[in-house]
């Protein structure tokens, strides 16, 4: 199957590799030159919009809801081009709002869409081992868990359109609130004198145990694949969990639901990042503990 990626950053690139390794054809398409260099390289064809009109299937791997809206809709935008039983996957985290709206577009010509957001970090997207949270129908579900089987390990159906941005910003509010916990607990536990690794198996396997101790730990040298053991590049940028913890903050508003736990993660975040770090991972947070 021919599979047009857009997107090729830090998970759109290796989870449009992993659809090389599992035999699809990949045109691979973004704005930076070595983003698409690289995937050449492991043995796809460089594309542009052009190029990608032409392609049975769209993933998209962008940073946020304007970037979705300005490739697919308008008159301009890919919907307007690509022909009628197209499958279009975009695995961008953005405003549930959004992904309705490019929903109702791709109805209207036929093309089979699906918001499909992911959860499982950069580590996920090069083992292949994703969480994909999917909106959409039945149809579009089925056929674009076949596409979704080559880059994840957990593929779930979330409910129609919009659904699966909905679930995803509820799961990453909460990986706020453990990141900033975490962190927390951690250094109170160093000023104490305590080794953050021993502090950190500890908890782990006891009952503040989360994902953050298991797979993501912030204090550098803990865990050696975990961005904080890499100048805390790589991974997650604390300025997409801003985003997403507004996305979370304006769909509480639209349900008038109390996130008092979200909000202050929120305020966390907006402090580190007002600091330089927004292009840091997130899980450089452990810094704001420090001062
Ligand atoms: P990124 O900034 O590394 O990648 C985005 C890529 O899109 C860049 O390479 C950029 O050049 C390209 N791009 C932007 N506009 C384009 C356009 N018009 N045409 C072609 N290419 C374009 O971001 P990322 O970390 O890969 O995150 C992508 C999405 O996945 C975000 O919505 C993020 O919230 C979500 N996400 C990220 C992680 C993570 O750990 N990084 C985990 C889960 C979800």
Redesign the pocket.
Known sequence: MKIAF????????PMAKNLLKAGHEVLA????AK?VAELVAAGAEAGD?ASACRCPVVVT????GH?VA??YLGDNGLLAKLEAGTLVID????DAATAKKVHQAAAEKGIDFVDA??????AG?NAGTLTFIVGGSDQAFERAKTVLDAMGANIFHAGLGGAGQVA?ICNNMLLSVLMAGTCEALKLGMAHGLDPLVLSNIMKVSSGGNWVLEKYNPVPGVMDNAPASNGYQG???SQ?MS??LELAMGAAGEVAAPVPMGSLARSLYQMHNKKGNGAKDFSSLLALFEE
């Open positions: 857009i997107g090729l950053g830090n998970m759109g690139g398409v973004d704005l930076n983003a919009l791997m962008l940073q946020a970037q300005g490739i695995s961008s985290t953005i957001p992911v959860s499982g970090g950069t997207a995803k991974g997650f940028m997409l985003k997403d």
